[in-house]
């Protein structure tokens, strides 16, 4: 087999893996509340004001969901299709 088939199809399955990485990451929000109540889904009445005053929380990385791993996963994927249809195409014209 020849090198740039095997980089090709290596950045392919490289790609496939850090999507599933990106995709099963155990980042999980937690919504709490020491004083007053939380009300997440369903059907919530009522008014809620927010009596907390200060500092907000830092930014997370990778913006508002975390879609870098899976923009980089998309890209490896790219480059191992491109590799591997060059590699082919040469391939043809021996």
């Known amino acids: 087999m020849d090198s740039t088939y095997l980089l090709g199809i290596g950045l392919i399955v490289a790609g496939i893996v ?34 907390n005053i200060g500092q907000q929380p830092a930014a997370r990385a990778g913006g508002h969901g975390g879609h870098t791993v899976t923009i980089i996963a998309i890209l490896v994927e790219l480059v191992g299709i491109g590799v591997t249809i060059w590699h082919a195409m040469h391939l043809a014209a021996k």
Not at 26 to 38: E, I, M, P, R, Y
Not at 39 to 50: E, H, V
């Open 18 to 51: 850090i999507f599933l990485f990106g995709r099963f990451r155990t980042d999980k929000t937690t919504v709490s509340a020491s004083h007053g109540s939380v009300a997440i889904g369903g059907k919530s009445t009522g008014n809620i004001k927010n009596i």
